[in-house]
């Protein structure tokens, strides 16, 4: 790769999702060459995700340029590639723009879509883990409401206007709740020789409550909400296939669908040239010490959803969401500046600030430390969170306005295919 020699350190990140970014941002002040490599000149803002396939909001509202996010860093150098392989023998990265050298080795890849070895579910699914797949779902969705409107016969519409939402997690509630919306307010407005009612919204879990790693609490009012939205709910339910118009269940039910949507779960995405013993194959992730350290391998960290750490609090791992990802990133950086010095690493300790779940307007669900809650209040909350959260001021105004909007009007204004999506049926 075109970098300048060095007698700095060399710190290489691999991924600029929420633990790649926070740990750069905090290497500002050390005496390091800084090189992120990432697949997209981007940040993703991924909680947002299902709102831009919905319609709600812009991708570019929900995005932000990487080399913008670390332009205060002096000593720091971006590379759009995709990372092929490892080689710590040689302490190089091998991409496909070629090969770069390093002194510490950061693994931030997070996690892509698991399919559980279902190969039909996985040619025909649609999956929501990044801004393109987010706009495809978007002009799939508005392209079979252009079909069904045109459209005479019966069952051939009603498979145009179903929409299959694999898994009841944060992402198919929220993605639930926000097609519950559009139903009541934006679509029989837009279509209005259709029959709405024949949209049907149907959410699959394979647990016997939805939002599972949330509290009963939290699970039983988002039910009350999803149903009083009217989505289908099917727990205790697990998906055998799909072939791009059928659904196949266990229970040897059937559904009709040109909609299907796969959140069901994730798995790690491990780059490869590490020791075997490092890499844990069920889930995909590299196991890594307190100091989020890859066992094997000193000088190789792993941070964020791609991590493995196992504590009394956390014995199976800590959450694979963005707090845990930012406060690795944070304490990494200040454990690589210890290091630098020659001192020891502080172990890493999970403050947990709780979990939430939106369903739709003025409905939400928040667990916090001593405190579960839902409705407006823990609505309200949600949208502060996420809002302060986004990456840069244009777009939290932008992210702000576009709500205040969509609350005042009832609306959701990106209802656009800019860009058609072409199924294999």
Known sequence: MNLPETTRKRVVIIGAGFAGISLAKKL?????????????NYHTFQPLLYQVSTGGL??????????????????????????????PEL????????????????????????????????????????VPQALN??????????LADNCQDLEERKALLNFCIIGAGPTGVELAGAFAELKKHVFPKDYRHLNIDEMEIHLFEGADVVLPPMSAKASEKATKFLENFGVHLHLNTIVKGYNGD?????????????????????????????SSDALIKRINRFKVDRYNQILGHANIFA?????????????????????????????????????????????FVYRNKGNMATIGRNKAVVDL?????????????????????????????????????????????????????????
């Open 58 to 87: 812009e991708p570019d509202s929900i995005a932000y340029p990487i080399r913008k996010i670390l332009k205060k860093l002096h000593n720091f150098y971006f590379r759009l590639a995709t990372v092929n392989k490892i080689n």
């Open 137 to 146: 779902i978007r002009s799939l969705m508005l392209q079979n409401f252009e």
């Open 303 to 347: 941070i964020g959803d791609i991590a493995y750490m196992e504590t009394e609090a956390y014995p199976k791992g800590h959450p694979q969401m963005a707090q845990p990802a930012i406060q690795q990133g944070e304490l990494l950086a200040m454990n690589l500046g210890r290091l630098l010095k020659g001192g020891s690493m502080k172990p």
């Open 28 to 40: 500002r002040r050390l005496p390091v060459q800084v090189v992120v490599i990432d697949k997209h």
């Open 369 to 425: 430390p001593g405190i579960e809650f839902g409705g407006f209040f823990a609505w309200f909350i949600w949208m502060f969170v996420h809002l302060m959260s986004l990456v840069g001021f244009r777009n939290r105004v932008i992210v702000f306005f576009n709500w205040v909007y969509n609350y005042i009007n009832y609306d959701k204004a990106a209802r656009l295919i800019v860009r058609p999506f072409r199924t294999r049926i």
């Open 91 to 130: 302490k190089e990265v091998h991409t496909d723009i070629g090969k770069i050298s390093y002194d510490y080795l950061i693994i931030a890849t997070g996690t892509r879509t698991n399919y559980f070895g279902n190969t039909e579910i996985q040619e025909n699914a649609m999956s929501m883990k990044s």
């Open 246 to 274: 059928l659904v196949k269940m266990d229970n040897g039910e059937e559904i009709r669908t040109r909609n299907f949507i796969w959140t069901a779960g994730v798995t790690g995405a491990a780059v490869e040239g590490l």
